[in-house]
T-cell receptor
Framework: QKEVEQNSGPLSVPEGAIASLNCTYS??????FFWYRQYSGKSPELIMS????GDKEDGRFTAQLNKASQYVSLLIRDSQPSDSATYLC????????FGTGTRLKVLA | DADVTQTPRNRITKTGKRIMLECSQT?????MYWYRQDPGLGLRLIYY???????NKGEISDGYSVSRQAQAKFSLSLESAIPNQTALYFC??????????FGPGTRLTVL
């Protein structure tokens, strides 16, 4: 079992819809989680962090954390073609383990 | 000017050659990292440093070495490059453990 798992996709959603990206992790010692966005040919950039159970909202983005079930998700509301990218999940442990990423395609 | 710079941006080399990739930052961060990215394998940590005198191995350090010359500079060396080290290499910096800022990347090809 990989320490941080993501569905590689592609996840295709129509413009204006909600995109839901999921990440599961195996290390119960992970206390914080981070979502990075990576456009094709570019470097990753941090878009969300979450440290406690529940939801955290920032504009069109909502991160959700459920430590009991060991998953973290990222919701993107009103998806735009400019959201098309690969989204990487990072579990906050000393190992710095990233998931392999989910490729999101928002269809105009 | 970019906050995190990497040189070179592209490099083609031959098996057995020594290669150095350089990273500089103007963000004033103490923490610096080297990752490689391969299709289907994601980002994997090679080495990280929390200050000039602190160097730590990451998940895949074999075949690599690093040097932290100053707070702002962190270099990655491949002592004897091999084809399976062909990858995209990223340097990153942070002032907190996980909120990292990445450089533009170096595409390395080993023939």
């Amino acid at each position: 079992q990989k320490e941080v798992e993501q569905n590689s996709g592609p996840l295709s959603v129509p413009e204006g819809a909600i995109a839901s990206l999921n990440c599961t992790y195996s290390d119960r010692g992970s206390q914080s989680f981070f979502w990075y966005r990576q456009y094709s040919g570019k470097s990753p950039e941090l878009i969300m962090s979450i440290y406690s159970n529940g939801d955290k909202e920032d504009g069109r983005f909502t991160a959700q954390l459920n430590k009991a079930s060991q998953y973290v998700s990222l919701l993107i509301r009103d998806s735009q073609p400019s959201d098309s990218a690969t989204y990487l999940c990072l579990a906050g442990t000393y190992k710095y383990i990233f998931g392999t990423g989910t490729r999101l395609k928002v269809l105009a | 000017d970019a906050d995190v710079t990497q040189t070179p941006r592209n490099r083609i080399t031959k098996t057995g050659k020594r290669i150095m990739l350089e990273c500089s930052q103007t963000k004033g961060h103490d923490r610096m990292y080297w990752y490689r990215q391969d299709p289907g394998l994601g980002l994997r940590l090679i080495y990280y440093s929390f200050d000039v005198k602190d160097i730590n191995k990451g998940e895949i350090s074999d075949g690599y070495s690093v040097s932290r010359q100053a707070q702002a500079k962190f270099s990655l060396s491949l002592e004897s490059a091999i084809p399976n080290q062909t990858a995209l290499y990223f340097c990153a910096t942070s002032d907190t453990p996980f909120e990292q800022f990445f450089g533009p990347g170096t595409r390395l090809t080993v023939l």
